[in-house]
């Protein structure tokens, strides 16, 4: 997608992260940086710290060393307090959901806007479902999570996630678990919430396919390291290592591989 | 293993236990501040109420009637060897004002509402549903830590009144009715042995303790679980047991420090 989309300026970057989870390294000096604006899609293998990595812009998890900087914010030098106003700015979408599971789709959406005391009772109620509407959820709103079918709830915690349209949103593993069909349809969501609003995604991912449809940049997770450049940059790449991540089919003769608006999911 | 060792071992125990105390306490000052300052989340403690008071009526009612019947069985039956079965009222009432009613409620809401109460939150933990509040920046500890651990503290001397009501119509059904006591006897001995400051309201004391107790320890386990089944069931259990004998021992300092006179 970069071949079609001018350079942006960085929107989060990492600088020299250090975080380890006791005697377990999970990023060593790591330094990166996603653009504002673009889909971002981080791969990387099995405990090489993808999810880490979304936990730390959040300031879920702190580094044990080194900045993260959010925007303008290192939110490695933040308080708690402080991290929830840069948190008004983030939304996340977590891999099974997060939805609480007490509440109702609609109250799970609602959550946020009254905790804010965003608007009266029929405005939260009409923007809740004007949300639910957009990730093609309607008529769920009385059901609870634990009532809903994988993709549903998948979309259902995206329709949560963009509730108070924050400027980053955080996607983690948005396609584990999914049939071909949810699939692809979570995929059109994040395209068209990218293209309509401009929010800057930062997707974690294990799904190549899904790389190549989506992703305007990838960073790849390596043992000790990080590498970074456009789906076909990293696919056609040189190095080994990087290469053999890519290694499924030829991604290089792959229709995904097809430059411009076409690689988006019909939004 | 070397004497050594031992003693290593033994430090370092004792160093966690001081350092989840002091984690603990922390803790409780974070409950306290989330309960002073705003949003008032009034909706919330109501469903709490509901869930560890309104759903644990029914067992406590039970238990505290089961409770009475036995203590009036075997208050009679004593009493009686020694031609004092007038006093069954006091006997009966006294012990479960000062003790019985408090202990005994506090291990039934602790097996029943204070399991419940850590498996909640730690599975909350497993499902990342306090991240995703986080992340809405909304404090886990104002919206589910807070409510569930005050409203603990709220309804325990509640249910521990019950209890005691329950468990002395108990004991008044089995020495009057069963027993042929006169009902006249068996109430004047009750009323004219309770002392208001010393039993009624030390017995409040204690439960209001004891539910401070329990509702501190069940979300601490629950919030500080790790993220897997296995933390789920590990919170659960500790959450039992060292309320349970929290309960017991700390039973032993307010009776001691309260003064109840003989």
């Not at chain 1, 093609?136 to 509730?163: C, F, N």
């Not at chain 2, 309960?35 to 238990?63: A, F, M």
């Not at chain 2, 919206?143 to 569930?148: A, D, N």
Request: some cysteine; overall charge neutral.
């Amino acid at each position: 997608m970069d071949s079609v989309r001018s350079p942006a300026p960085p929107h989060v970057q990492f600088e020299n992260v250090h975080m380890a989870f006791d005697d377990r390294v999970v990023h060593r000096s790591l330094s990166c940086s996603f653009a504002r604006g673009r889909i971002s899609v981080i791969l990387g293998g099995s405990g090489s710290g993808k999810s880490t990595l979304l936990r730390l812009i959040g300031g879920l998890v702190r580094p044990d060393a080194g900045r993260i900087l959010v925007g303008s914010s290192d939110v490695t030098q933040l308080s708690e307090a402080e991290l929830f106003d840069v948190r008004t700015g983030l939304g996340m979408l977590f891999q099974h959901g997060a939805l609480l599971d007490s509440l109702t789709v609609f109250d799970n959406l609602a959550l946020p806007l009254r905790e804010r005391a965003l608007g009266s009772e029929a405005e939260i109620a009409e923007r809740v479902r004007e949300q639910l509407s957009s990730v093609g959820l309607d008529g769920v709103e009385t059901l609870l999570p634990g009532q809903l079918s994988g993709g549903m709830l998948r979309r259902a915690a995206l329709a949560r996630a963009m509730i108070l349209r924050p400027e980053i949103l955080l996607c983690d593993e948005p396609f584990s678990g999914l049939d071909p069909i949810s699939l692809r349809r979570i995929e059109s969501l994040l395209a068209a919430i990218n293209q309509r609003s401009g929010t800057t995604l930062l997707v974690v991912s294990h799904h190549i396919a899904s790389t190549f449809r989506l992703a305007d940049q990838v960073v790849l997770l390596l043992p000790g390291r990080s590498v970074s450049g456009t789906p076909r940059d990293l696919a056609t790449s040189s190095d080994p290592e990087v290469a053999g991540f890519f290694d499924e089919g030829s991604p290089t003769q792959s229709p995904l591989l097809t430059d411009g608006a076409s690689r988006r999911m019909d939004t | 293993m070397t004497v050594a060792d031992a003693l290593r071992e033994l430090g370092f125990r004792s160093l966690r236990v001081v350092a989840q105390l002091g984690q603990m306490l922390l803790f409780a000052l974070a409950i306290g501040r989330a309960t002073i300052l705003p949003p008032y989340r009034l909706r919330r403690y109501l469903e709490e109420i509901h869930n560890l008071g309104v759903l644990s009526l029914v067992i406590v009612c039970i238990s505290g009637l089961a409770v009475g019947m036995v203590l009036g069985l075997q208050g009679y039956n004593t009493l009686v060897r020694f031609g004092a079965e007038g006093s069954l009222g006091a006997v009966v009432g006294l012990s479960l004002i000062r003790e019985l009613g408090p202990v005994l409620t506090a291990l039934l809401v602790i097996g029943r509402a204070g399991s419940a109460t850590a498996a909640e939150i730690a599975s909350m933990v497993t499902t990342e549903q306090l991240d995703g509040l986080r992340m809405m920046s909304i404090d886990p500890m104002g919206i589910v830590v807070s409510p569930k651990a005050n409203s603990m503290v709220f309804v325990m001397p509640m249910l521990c009144a019950l209890f005691i009501l329950f468990g002395i119509t108990g004991a008044y059904f089995v020495g009057v009715t069963l027993m042929g006591l006169d009902p006249g006897i068996f109430l004047s001995s009750l009323s004219s042995s309770i002392r208001f400051r010393d039993d009624i309201v030390g017995s409040m004391l204690k439960a209001l303790i004891f539910g401070f107790l329990a509702g501190l320890i069940a979300t601490f386990r629950g919030y500080t679980s790790a993220p897997t089944a296995a933390g789920v069931s590990a919170a659960t259990t500790s959450t039992v047991v060292l309320s349970s004998v929290a309960v017991l021992i700390c039973d032993y300092f307010v009776t001691a420090l309260w003064g109840f006179d003989i």
